[in-house]
C-alpha cells in the first residue's frame, strides 16, 4: 500500500468513526451561528470621517484628497449605537515613504480608528491623493468666533484671548496666505454677564495638514447693558434752605432739562416725578447779594445723568435790592 492509499484510508476512518458526535458539533455550530448572527448584523455608514496623514518630521502636507472618507461599520447593536463618531478617523502613516510630487496611497480598512466592538468593511473612496511641502512655523493672530447675541439690553464690549497668537507649524507655500486663526463658534445666547471660555482652535483648512501651538486658548468676553437715552424737559428746580436763618432767595432759572442713560426697560417707566432736581442754598451767606451754584439731580438706580442744562443757577438773596430798583437821584439844586 503506497503513501496516497494510507492516507485515503485514515481521512475514510477519519470522517466515518464517531458520526454521532461529529453531526452533533456541526448541529451545534449551525445554531450558534443563527444565534450570534443577529447580534453582530447591524450596519451603518459614517460620513465626513477624517483622513489625517502622518508624515516625517520637517515635511506638511501641501494638498490632500480627499480630506474625509466614507466607511462602512458593522457590529452589534450596541456598538453601532454607542459609535463614538468623534474619535473616529482613518490614519495614513506616510513616515519613511519616498516623497515625490504627487503621492497615490491606497486608503486601507487597516487605517481606519475604530473601538473594536464595530469593525470596518468597506472604505470610499479606495485611495488618497496628496503632496508635500517642507515645513514652517509662523505666529498668527487669534480671532474668537462671537455665535449669536446676547439678550435684549446687553452688548458686547470687547473679546480678547490669552495668548493673543499661537504658532501656526504647516506647509511653506500655505503659512504665507493666514491672516488669522479663528477659535470654535462662542455662543452668547442666554449670557447676561461676562464670562472667560477656555475653547479650541479651527484648523485654517482641511485640505492641508496644520499644527497650532497651543491649541487651546481662554477667551474672555466682557458684557455690557446696552445704553438707552430719555431726555426730560422742564424740570423745576426745588431750594434746600435753612428758612430759620436765610432769606427768601430767588433760582434763576428755574427749570431745566435733564437727559439720562441706563436700559430702556428702565428709562421706559420713569416719570418726572423720579427725578429731583435741586440747588443747596444753606451755605449761602445772608450777605452775599448773588451767586452761582450747581444744580443738582437724584435718579433711580441703575440710571445716571448724562447731560444737565443749565448746569448752574444764578442765586440772589430778595434783601438786596437790584439796580433797578434803586431811584435815581434827582438833578435839582445841582
Known amino acids: 500500500m503506497n503513501m496516497k492509499d494510507r492516507l485515503l484510508q485514515r481521512l475514510r476512518r477519519f470522517l466515518l468513526n464517531n458520526k454521532g458526535a461529529k453531526l452533533l458539533a456541526l448541529l451545534l455550530a449551525v445554531i450558534t451561528w443563527y444565534a450570534i448572527q443577529p447580534s453582530i448584523s447591524f450596519e451603518t455608514i459614517v460620513s465626513d470621517v477624517p483622513v489625517r496623514v502622518t508624515v516625517d518630521s520637517g515635511w506638511a502636507v501641501l494638498e490632500q484628497s480627499p480630506g474625509s472618507a466614507e466607511v462602512h461599520f458593522r457590529g452589534s447593536r450596541e456598538g453601532i449605537r454607542d459609535l463614538p463618531l468623534q474619535q473616529l478617523e482613518v490614519a495614513v502613516d506616510m513616515r519613511g515613504e519616498a516623497y515625490e510630487e504627487t503621492i497615490t496611497v491606497p486608503l486601507e480598512l487597516s487605517d481606519v480608528n475604530a473601538p473594536p466592538a464595530v469593525r470596518p468593511f468597506h472604505i470610499r473612496p479606495s485611495e488618497l491623493v496628496l503632496s508635500v511641502d517642507q515645513e514652517r512655523g509662523r505666529e498668527v493672530p487669534v480671532r474668537p468666533l462671537i455665535q449669536g447675541s446676547p439678550p435684549e439690553g446687553y452688548e458686547v464690549e470687547s473679546v480678547t484671548t490669552e495668548p493673543p497668537t499661537v504658532t501656526v507649524s504647516g506647509p511653506r507655500q500655505r503659512l504665507e496666505t493666514i491672516e488669522a486663526i479663528r477659535t470654535v463658534p462662542i455662543d452668547m445666547e442666554g449670557r447676561l454677564q461676562s464670562f ?15 499644527r497650532m501651538d497651543p491649541e487651546r486658548v481662554e477667551v474672555q468676553v466682557v458684557l455690557t447693558e446696552r445704553a438707552a ?16 436763618r436765610q432769606p427768601a432767595m430767588d433760582v434763576t432759572p428755574t427749570h431745566v432739562t435733564v437727559e439720562l442713560v441706563g436700559r430702556a426697560e428702565l428709562l ?8 429731583r432736581v435741586y440747588v443747596d442754598l444753606t451755605e449761602i451767606r445772608p450777605e452775599d447779594a448773588s451767586q452761582e451754584l450747581p444744580v443738582r439731580v437724584h435718579v433711580p438706580a441703575r440710571v445716571r445723568v448724562d447731560r444737565l442744562e443749565p448746569a448752574t443757577v444764578t442765586i440772589r438773596t430778595n434783601e438786596q435790592p437790584s439796580a433797578s430798583s434803586v431811584p435815581e437821584e434827582s438833578g435839582e439844586g445841582a
Open 196 to 210: 472667560n471660555v477656555r475653547v479650541d482652535l479651527v484648523s485654517p483648512s482641511r485640505t492641508w495638514t496644520a
Open 229 to 244: 437715552t430719555a431726555t426730560f424737559e422742564d424740570l423745576r428746580i426745588r431750594t434746600m434752605t435753612d428758612a430759620a
Open 268 to 275: 421706559n417707566e420713569l416719570t418726572p416725578r423720579d427725578i
